[in-house]
């Protein structure tokens, strides 16, 4: 009786771990390459900010996004998907869907900012913000849900950081810095997820800049160089080596 029980059990611990192990090694693999999602903000009936006559902020963002995309191509540890690649709408719940249906390892999303004066310019990243239960009286799953909440926000804090160091190299104190705000299509996402907001189209040197197309390579490219710096230094990647 206990040796039947033993080889029972013995034989069930070695079905789970020939079950358990081919999935886990797959889950390191995923590593090899790391799924962007990049956000153009706005689109379709939904213009944003309006920057000259034709052109609006829905444009620039798709610019830019398009140039990511170019710039990331030639990395071979990272893939770029846009949430949207023509001028459409898209709901902001649908982009939250669409993040979370991708699998995507990081989401960014472009916009253009605008002033109440002319005189607002430069760029600044938001990250999503959050309260953490001060209740006191948080049961264990919310305390769980703070923790891999407060390690997402760490991640995108980080992410933020580089983005900032990059883009101040191509628009020097021009820094409006970090900022954390609850931003919509953030809501719910847990991947580091930052909003760049590239400049401000109320804003004439900015905007001359922003609808320029070599400055918005720079831009892309300032980007694309925060995603790799980012997962070059992610422990996931230290692991495999
Ligand atoms: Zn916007």
Known sequence: MMNKLFFKTTFSVLLVLLLVLPLSSKAE?????Y??????????QDKGVKLSGKLY????TLAIAGLIKDDLGRSKNVKVRLTRSVDRDISIP???????KSGADMFISLHVNAGFGKNSSGFEVYFPGFKL???GKSAS???LKDMIKTEYINDSVRFAKII??????IFPRKDRGLRSAPVPVLDGVDIPAVVLETGFGTNIKDKKQLTDRTTQKSIAGAVAKSIREYFDRSPQIRQND
């Open 164 to 169: 900032l160091r990059n883009m101040g190299k």
């Open 57 to 60: 902020e829905k444009d620039v």
């Open 133 to 135: 239960s001060s209740t």
């Open 35 to 44: 799924l962007i999602m990049v956000d153009p903000a706005h689109g379709g």
């Open 141 to 143: 799953q919310e305390i």
């Open 94 to 100: 649908d982009r939250v869907k669409m993040i979370k």
């Open 29 to 33: 693999n995923r590593h090899d390459q």
